[in-house]
């Protein structure tokens, strides 16, 4: 039951194609954002469409996956575990991010 305290699993849109660093000793990081949608009915009857982004980051030979197959538009599965950070931003004003840190990535569609 441990492994399952942090997993977050998500299918998505990717919404731009993915950042891409490379940094000393050929470690690759990527970063990128997909978009998850739901739908439901409101009181009224009303079909409601919702989107929610998700900021991803990957490392090593997954990093590598993303880079050569991943675009924007392109659907993948992900799962990882979510990851809090803060920082000051120029203005010495604290700044919040989440996010998604993935282990595996499953591309979908054609």
Request: proline share 1%; glycine share 8%.
């Amino acid at each position: 039951m441990s492994t399952l305290r942090n997993k977050v699993q998500l299918i998505g849109h990717v919404g731009n194609d993915p950042e891409i660093k490379t940094f000393e000793g050929g470690k690759k990081l990527a970063k990128l954002a997909i978009a998850t949608n739901e739908s439901y009915k409101n009181d009224k009857g009303e079909k409601v469409e919702e989107t929610q982004w998700h900021n991803l980051v990957a490392w090593g030979k997954t990093a590598d996956i993303i880079e050569k197959y991943v675009v924007k538009g392109k659907e993948i599965a992900i799962e990882g575990k979510l990851t809090h950070k803060s920082y000051e931003d120029k203005n010495e004003e604290k700044r919040y991010v989440t996010e998604v840190v993935i282990d595996e990535v499953l591309l979908l569609g054609k």
